[in-house]
């Protein structure tokens, strides 16, 4: 099992739509999670970090649950610039800061 | 703003050749980590670096070695560039703990 899992999508959606990302982590004692979005040929840059009680940041909220070892990401009215990959992050917490990246979901908006 | 910078943004060698890869970060950051994006595999961690001259393995530090003589640089060596090596090779750094920023990038295309 991948320590760090996400489904690669395409996700399609129209501008206006609603859409959830899940991602699954392999290791329980996983300590901080994040979201980061790359777009094409470019650097991930940190779209959110994910706290136990769940935020939001405008129109993206995060959400963690420990019990089934998932976190999610949820955008409200797509816009056309949401299109990228976005990647899940998972801090193994094994004595350093080891990240682990999830190979990331892409999502298209379409107008 | 952080600025982690990477000098070498496009680069074409031949197999066999030595390649450095050069990394500036202005923040202080304590941790600087070397990573390889590929397609369907994501981003997996070379080398790391909590210190100067000091160095840690990541996951697929085979056939790379590095070097953090001062704060601010890590660099990336390729002792003898492969074609199995092609690759986006992405340079970040971060506070203990905290969020990692990532460099713009580097694309090596080894022939």
């Known amino acids: 099992r991948k320590e760090v899992e996400q489904d690669p999508g395409p996700f399609n959606v129209p501008e206006g739509a609603t859409v959830a990302f899940n991602c699954t982590y392999s290791n329980s004692a996983s300590q901080s999670f994040f979201w980061y979005r790359q777009d094409c040929r470019k650097e991930p840059k940190l779209l959110m970090s994910?706290?136990?009680s769940g935020n939001e940041d405008g129109r993206f909220t995060a959400q963690l649950n420990r019990a089934s070892q998932y976190i999610s990401l949820l955008i409200r009215d797509s816009k056309l610039s949401d299109s990228a990959t976005y990647l899940c992050v998972v801090n193994m917490n094994t004595g350093f800061q080891k990240l682990v990246f999830g190979t990331g979901t892409r999502l298209l908006v379409s107008p | 703003d952080v600025k982690v910078t990477q000098s070498s943004r496009y680069l074409v060698k031949r197999t066999g050749e030595k390649v450095f890869l050069e990394c500036v970060q202005d923040m202080d950051h304590e941790n600087m980590f070397w990573y390889r994006q590929d397609p369907g595999l994501g981003l997996r961690l070379i080398y790391f670096s909590y210190d100067v001259k000091m160095k840690e393995k990541g996951d697929i530090p085979e056939g790379y070695s590095v070097s953090r003589e001062k704060k601010e640089r890590f660099s990336l060596i390729l002792e003898s560039a492969s074609t199995n090596q092609t690759s986006m090779y992405l340079c970040?750094?971060?506070?203990?703990?905290?969020?990692?920023?990532f460099g713009e990038g580097s694309w090596l295309t080894v022939v």
């Open positions: 994910v706290y136990s």
């Open positions: 970040a750094s971060s506070l203990v703990g905290n969020t990692i920023y």
